[in-house]
């Protein structure tokens, strides 16, 4: 357990151990077409071969996380192995075997239908991880779909995995993103328009990838046997500080997902980043953000923004629908565990505690992001409502808005223009900034800054402390497109360069203030920038 992680590993130096497929019941089929898997966690799958495979961009982070030295990438065979044209000795591919609740309905089977895994790695800084090829081929889980993945979606995964973390924001990782020189079939608003479009691999990287939906599907199946030894091999492998029996075990592990989950909710509110499908098949046991598909960065403030074409009627998994959702699927995980519980009650008694959990992480995260050193029961959540209001008032920014805010002296004796001068770059239409709109935000900030100097921070220790909460550069939706645009054509420097912005995302960096600029106003409706769907 407390051995030294190795560093500067090579390929041939990394060390795997597959306790998922060692632990768990496998599909006896090899048969790759598909179909219902019963009674298994997982088959063994093959990648498809790539056949002009390009590494285009990798994350340096994550080479160190595994322990591999930087030179790695040099190795021709670091691109075989990470577009899926080879292996490495002790790797064990498989898909995974799970279910989920799609936009509120259970979807029984849905399982790993693009994504391999190919092994379990230890030994290195970041202990067990495990990775994972993410558009390499179809497993029996592909249903009608054909295992690929296109390289916008990919570009879009690789990017924000990354920048997610730099936000300091949970999320399994990406190592690499490698072009496969094949053309994947897609239709990208489902309106009988498909195009031909290039084809991309992304290695995913987490401690598992286990997600409710995992647990779901043996329960819905009434699997006991495969729901037991799922939770046994869960908890020995990734909760092994747990005690006690079974029973005991499920118990506090579910009360550890239902306050990670909360907690994760919670800086998505923070950075305003928006999942997109927030389906029980795309939320992890660790507490970390899976699955980037049609994900969105809130630019004007709306909370019943979603960036998902699929769900643009209902708006599920709209920005202010996100608390609520993710509650909604830890009750789905809880009802997947209940068979394993005597007092089905305090399975209950552990889901309630979620509203407590998110709402004290809220009220923290409010606190810290007004700059405030002390949250105060009686007069913030007034202070934060009036905020939000004000914040539909005009179409604004609210990343700027709090970059902004940092800004604005709290001295009694401040003018308006000082006041308001901080907040100017925030706002889209300009139309919008009248004597009214000026006068409910110079009423709220009189109350912010009342609160401010009852508080006692200094400004310039308040502004500090904001620009460690609120981020100067988020993954804005069109940001990432226009390098998705150089990407299509060959040109990959649009994605390293967002790649390299993105990893120091609080700080102001030295001509670079482009990536910190609020969407321009052709983005405002392009496909990619402010809609996306499924299609990927
Ligand atoms: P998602 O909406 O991306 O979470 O995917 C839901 C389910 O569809 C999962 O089982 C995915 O593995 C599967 N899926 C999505 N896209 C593809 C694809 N291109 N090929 C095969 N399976 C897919
Ligand atoms: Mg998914």
Redesign the pocket.
Known sequence: MSETPEHHRTLDGLRFDNRFTADLPADPSLENHPRPVPSAAFSRVTTRQASAPKLVAWSDEVLDLLGLDPAVVDDPRFLEVFVGNATLAGMDLHAARYGGHQFGHWADQ??????IVLGEVVGGPGGRQTLQLKGAG?TP???R?????VLRSSVREFLCSEAMHHLGVPTTRALSLCTTGDEVLRDMFYDGHPELEPGAVVCRVAPSFLRFGNYEIAAAHGERELLEKLVDHTFDVHFPHLEGSRADKVLAFYREVVASTADLVVHWQRVGFVHG?M?T??MSIHGVTI?Y?PYGWLEDYDPAWTPNTTDAQMRRYAFGNQPRMAQWNVAKLGNALAPLVDDVSALQGALDGYADRFQSGWNAMMTQKLGLAMFDADTDPGLFEALFQLLTKAETDVTLFFRGLAEVPSAVDASEDDQLDPLRDSYYQPVQLNAEHRAATLAWLGDYRARLRKDGRDDAERAAAMSRVNPLYVMRNYLAQLAIDDAAKGDFAGVRDLLDVMRVPYDEQPGRAKYAEKRPDWARSKPGCSQLS?S?
């Open positions: 849905l399982g790993d239908g693009r994504a179809p889980y592909s249903r779909a054909d295992g690929l993945a499908v389906n098949d795309n699955d598909g499924c990927s």
